[in-house]
C-alpha cells in the first residue's frame, strides 16, 4: 500500500480523497462512521472495532440502534438523537452503549447531520470516544464525595440530637441538684458536660471541614447526560432491586458543579424508587426542553404521587408526606431545593396521586457552554415537557 501511495506523482483531488479515506479508515482512538438518513451504517474504520468489538462485515449494513441500551431503544432514543440532529445540526451523545459482547461502554461523541448541496438530508455522521476508564475514576471519586457528604450529614443531624439531649438533661441536673452532689458527682459531672460540648464543637467542625473540602474539589459539570449517568450508577442497586426502567432524552451542557449536580439527579430519581406503586416496576423518564431563557429539565415517574395541594410542602426539610411507611429522612427534596436556587433556578413539583409524579427544575441559560467548537443546541422536545 505504501508502494502504491508513493508511486502517485502528484496530489490531486483524487489522491488526497484517497488519503483522507486511508486515514479516517484506519484511525484507532475514535470510532467513526456515516449512516444514511434511515440510520443504516455505510462506513466503518478500525475505531469501530477496537471500541465496539465490530468488523467490517458485522457492521456495515446495520441499523444504528444496535449499539445502543435496550433501554434506550425502548425509549426511542436513537431516533430522537437522528431527529435533534437533523433539526439543529448536531446532537451530543454521552451514554452509555453496547459492545458487540453485550457489555457496556461509556461513549462521549456528536452527531452530525450530513446535507447536499441543496440542503436535502443525506445521512447523518458520527465520531465518538470510549471514556469508560474516566467515567469510573469520576464515579468513584463522586461516591467518595457522597459517601463523606452522607457521613457529613449524620454527624450533623442524627448525632446531634442525642448528644443535646445528654448535654441538656446534664445541665438541668447541674442546676437542679447540684447542692445534693459530692465532690466526686460534682467533677463527674463537669466531666460529662465538658465531653459533650467538645463533641458537640467536634462534630461541626467535621461537618464544616467536609463541605470546604467538596467545595474545593468540585468539578464543573458539562455534560449532564454523564452527571445523570453517574447518579444512575450510584442508584444500581436500589434500579436492579425494583426492576426499574430509566431512560433520557439528550440533555443540555451546562456549567454547574458536578457533585451537586449528581446529587441532585441521585436525590429525584432516588425518591422516585422509593415511593413506587408495589405491583409494578418503576419507569422513570429525564427530559430537558429550552424555554425563553432556560432549561427546564424533568424527571417523570409512574409512582404513587400525591396530592396536587401538597406539592408546596415536599420540599421544606423534615417534610414527609407518608410518615414512618416508607424510609427516609425528609432531607433529599429539601436539598435539591438548595442544591437549585444556589445555580439560580426554580424547582417544584407536578403530581396526581396513584398516576405519577413529574419534578422538574430550571437552569438559567446563560450557564450553557460550548462544546465541540460551537454552541449547544437545544435538544429535541419531550411530548411530556411543558413549562411548569
Known sequence: MADQLSAQPHPDDQYLARLYR???????????????????????????????????????????????????????????EMDTAAEHGRCVDVRWHMRKDRTRVFMTGVLKALRDEHGELIGYSKVFLDDTARKRLEDALTQSNADLQQFAFVASHDLQEPLRTIISFGQLLQRRHQAKLDEDATKLLRTMLDAGQRMNTLIKDLLAYSQLANEDNTAISVHLDEDLETALGLLRVGIQESGAVITHDPLPNVEIERSQMVRLFQNLIGNALKFRKRE????????????????????????????????????????????NEYPGSGI?????????????????????????????????????????????????TSDRSHKP
Not at 431545593?337 to 439560580?344: L, M, S
Request: net charge negative.
Open 22 to 80: 486511508l486515514q479516517v479508515r484506519e484511525l484507532e482512538d475514535y470510532a467513526l462512521f456515516v449512516a444514511d438518513a434511515d440510520g443504516k451504517i455505510i462506513t466503518w474504520n478500525v475505531g469501530v472495532e477496537r471500541t465496539l468489538g465490530y468488523k467490517e462485515e458485522e457492521w456495515v449494513g446495520k441499523d444504528v440502534s444496535m449499539i445502543f441500551t435496550e433501554e434506550d431503544r425502548a425509549a426511542g432514543i436513537p431516533r430522537t
Open 332 to 380: 433529599g427534596l429539601a436539598a435539591c431545593k438548595q442544591i437549585v436556587e444556589r445555580y439560580g433556578g426554580r424547582i417544584g413539583a407536578e403530581s396526581q396521586a396513584g398516576v405519577g409524579t413529574s419534578f422538574w427544575f430550571t437552569i438559567p441559560f446563560d450557564r450553557t457552554v460550548e462544546r465541540f467548537g460551537r454552541q449547544e443546541s437545544p435538544p429535541a
Open 280 to 323: 409494578e416496576p418503576p419507569r422513570i423518564h429525564v427530559s430537558a426542553e429550552q424555554q425563553e431563557n432556560e432549561w427546564i429539565i424533568r424527571v417523570q415517574d409512574n409512582g404513587i404521587g400525591f396530592a396536587p395541594d401538597q406539592a408546596g410542602r415536599i420540599f421544606a426539610p423534615f417534610k414527609r408526606l407518608h410518615g
